[in-house]
C-alpha cells in the first residue's frame, strides 16, 4: 500500500511538472508576442511622426481646418435631428389640439 501511494504521488508530481511546463512555454510565447506587437507599435508610433513632421505648415493647417470642420459638421447634424424630431412632436400636438378643438365646436 506505501509502494502504491508513493507511485501515485510520483505520478501526480510527473503530471505537475509537466503542466508546469506546458505553462511556461505558452507564458514564454506570449511575452514574445507582447514584445513584437509592443515593437510593432514603437515602429508605428515613429512612422506616424514622421509623416507629420514632413507635412507642410499649410498642410498642417488644412488638416486642423479639415478636423474643426468635421466636428462642426457632426453638431450641425446632431442639431438637426434635434429639430426634425422637435418638429414631428409638435406636429402630434398640433392635429391633438385641431381634434380637441373640433370636438368643442360640435
Known amino acids: ?19 508546469k511546463d506546458i505553462i511556461k512555454k505558452d507564458m514564454k510565447n506570449k511575452e514574445q508576442t507582447i514584445e513584437q506587437l509592443k515593437k510593432d507599435l514603437a515602429e ?13 505648415s499649410d498642410e498642417k493647417e488644412m488638416k486642423n481646418r479639415l478636423l474643426t470642420y468635421q466636428k462642426n459638421m457632426e453638431q450641425l447634424t446632431l442639431m438637426y435631428h434635434s429639430l426634425a424630431s422637435q418638429k414631428n412632436l409638435q406636429a402630434k400636438d398640433n ?12
Open 44 to 56: 508605428r508610433d515613429e512612422k506616424i511622426l514622421m509623416l507629420e513632421t514632413k507635412l507642410p
Open 1 to 19: 500500500m506505501n509502494a502504491q501511494l508513493k507511485s501515485l504521488m510520483k505520478q501526480e508530481r510527473e503530471k505537475l511538472e509537466s503542466e
Open 95 to 106: 392635429k391633438i389640439f385641431e381634434k380637441k378643438l373640433l370636438r368643442r365646436n360640435e
